[in-house]
């Protein structure tokens, strides 16, 4: 099926817009997965926004050709970050972009405004936050809360740590609206 159902389900609910919420490391990355969405896409007549949660700095090249033939097709490409919107307009031939702030890193350097010495050193990190140099740690972040998957994430993290005794869980971000 592909990604025809959308097609579909758009036909149904005849909205006024489409909002596409993309995520590179959740789609297939392979150069005709790309095509079949953007082929599916240029079939929609129905306005669209994109909100790339994540933009590949990794290879970009790989990803200017999906960048070129999808920037006709929104009419705003939201971005999370400064950092990203800059990185794809420069890198990536991206248009028409903006930012508005999902919340994690933001919100994590409101409360913690020291953080860039952080990203720049990790350890100081650990050391601030408590955590054993030789514990391993995983991390996620985003909103708290919902449907979010929190709660597999904890499960998850306590089969593991059967595994793996010295780990450590980070969870950053803010509580989801609608939860909060």
């Not at 700095?57 to 800059?86: G, T």
């Not at 919340?103 to 408590?130: A, C, N, V």
């Amino acid at each position: 099926a592909g990604f025809s159902p959308i097609k579909t389900e758009i036909k149904e609910f005849n909205p006024d817009i489409f909002h596409i919420q993309h995520e590179f490391g959740l789609f297939g990355l392979s150069p005709p997965m790309i095509s079949k969405f953007i082929e599916t896409l240029k079939q929609i007549k129905t306005p669209m926004v994109a909100t790339y949660h994540s933009v590949p700095m990794v290879a970009p090249d790989f990803f200017i050709p999906y960048f070129k033939d999808s920037n006709p097709l929104f009419k705003r490409k939201i971005m999370h970050s400064e950092f990203a919107l800059n990185f794809a307009e420069k890198n990536l031939g991206l248009t028409n972009g903006v930012h508005i702030n999902h919340g994690t890193f933001e919100y994590f350097k409101e409360i913690y405004p020291s953080i860039s010495k952080y990203l720049k050193t990790p350890e100081l990190g650990r050391g601030d936050l408590g955590i054993p140099k030789d514990n391993k740690v995983l991390m996620s972040m985003g909103y708290f809360g919902g449907l979010k998957g929190v709660s597999e994430l904890i499960d998850l993290f306590s089969k593991f740590r059967v595994k793996y005794p010295k780990s450590t869980f980070v969870y950053t971000g803010g509580l989801h609206p609608p939860t909060a």
